[in-house]
């Protein structure tokens, strides 16, 4: 089954650090990349961070650049999303999720881009 | 960014009613345009990609289609379990951004 599973949120102080991860499993890990999406209580979905398959290119959405690293470990099936100088408005929960790059029918390939799977998220509060 | 304007925000629809929700980008995304379904308290769940392509698995009362620069997802026989947000993605130009949402009550 192909799977992703989320772990290392928390309650974090203004200011503070915390470390995501996301391990994978049922595909060739090394194959896709892998993408980080948030959710504020109440609010909608925010496409924070990616990685490519060998970690050679990375993204990052203005509201979090320069605080937020993503890395993977190929070895371990595992993207990681390190946060750093947290603010309040980093609440959230965070969900990693695999980007699809082309699908195909009997004839032939297309490409197109999609998320899927996703993990089942992590909390992460950062409050005082 | 892309914005991504979705409408409406909320609908209220009985059982076996069609429903329709668009999603309109502000700029051309290609046909890069996916559809994902989240229930409270979970993760989103994919619907629809490459704007009509229904994914694996999703009933096919689910389905998508473009037409010119406008995207919609239709719900041809709306069933109990379909009470949920719906939100639309494009994956053209990062950040892939989402819709605000569209969430669809059972009357």
């Known amino acids: 089954e192909v799977q992703l599973v989320e772990s290392g949120g928390g309650l974090v102080q203004p200011g503070g650090s915390l470390r995501l991860s996301c391990a994978a499993t049922?595909?060739?890990?090394?194959?896709?990349?892998l993408h980080w999406v948030r959710q504020a209580p109440g609010k909608g979905l925010e496409h924070i961070s990616g990685i490519t398959n060998n970690g050679d290119f990375t993204f990052y959405a203005d509201s979090v650049k320069d605080r937020f690293t993503i890395s993977r470990d190929n070895s371990k099936s595992t993207v990681y999303l390190q946060l750093g100088s947290l603010r309040t408005e980093d609440t959230a929960t965070y969900y990693c999720?695999?980007?699809?790059?082309?699908?195909?029918?009997?004839?032939?390939?297309?490409?197109?881009?999609?998320?899927?799977?996703w993990g089942q998220g992590t909390p992460v509060i950062v409050s005082s | 960014d892309i914005q991504l304007t979705q409408s409406p925000s909320f609908l209220s629809a009985s059982v076996g009613d069609r429903v329709t929700i668009t999603c309109r980008p502000s700029q051309d995304t290609a046909s890069f345009l996916a559809w994902y379904q989240q229930k409270p308290g979970k993760a989103p769940k994919l619907l629809i990609y490459a704007a009509s392509t229904l994914e694996s698995g999703v009933p096919s009362r689910f389905s998508g289609s473009e037409s010119g620069a406008e995207f919609t997802l239709t719900i041809s026989s709306l069933q109990p379990e379909d009470s949920a947000t719906y939100f639309c993605?494009?994956?053209?130009?990062?950040?892939?951004?989402f819709g605000p949402g569209t969430k669809v009550e059972i009357k």
């Open positions: 049922g595909f060739p890990f090394s194959a896709y990349a």
């Open positions: 999720t695999r980007l699809n790059t082309q699908y195909c029918t009997a004839a032939r390939c297309f490409a197109s881009f999609w998320f899927d799977p």
């Open positions: 993605q494009q994956l053209n130009v990062y950040p892939f951004t």
